[in-house]
């Protein structure tokens, strides 16, 4: 069964960095971790949950507007791990921040509609922006 697991959010000065982390735990028979699409999505209190950055199994990546340039997706397969470096933290980017992961779908392409559809989601990991 396939488990993702956040971590790495805090509470941070604005113009501050974090880095999360997650880590998928089990596969699916036939399947591995390179050939998974992934992605992070955020949502804020009040707010509709929205795409953050996405990475396909190909190596396709895409940003939301309001991240370009300061935020980067990686991962790496050998350790499971999906990652999100966040610098130049803005107050707006306060929200709970959820790892998902889809063995068939394309991450990128549930961006718009806020990782609607991917099959594997993980508790998420506050992040907290303060001015």
């Known amino acids: 069964q396939v488990q993702l697991v956040e971590s790495g959010g805090g509470s941070v000065q604005a113009g501050g960095s974090l880095r999360l982390s997650c880590v998928m735990y089990?596969?699916?028979?036939?399947?591995?971790?390179?050939?998974?699409?992934l992605g992070w999505f955020r949502q804020a209190p009040g707010k509709e949950r929205e795409g953050v950055a996405t990475?396909?199994?190909?190596?396709?990546?895409m940003y939301a507007d309001s991240v370009k340039g300061r935020f980067t997706i990686s991962k790496d397969n050998a350790k499971n791990t999906l990652y999100l470096l966040m610098n130049n933290l803005k107050p707006e980017d306060t929200a709970m921040y959820y790892c998902?992961?889809?063995?068939?779908?394309?991450?990128?392409?549930?961006?718009?509609?806020?990782?609607?559809?991917?099959?594997?989601w993980g508790k998420g990991t506050l992040v907290t922006i303060s001015s």
């Open positions: 990475i396909d199994s190909d190596g396709t990546t």
């Open positions: 998902a992961a889809d063995l068939f779908r394309s991450a990128v392409a549930t961006m718009a509609h806020g990782g609607g559809g991917m099959e594997y």
């Open positions: 089990g596969y699916t028979y036939g399947y591995t971790y390179s050939s998974v699409s």
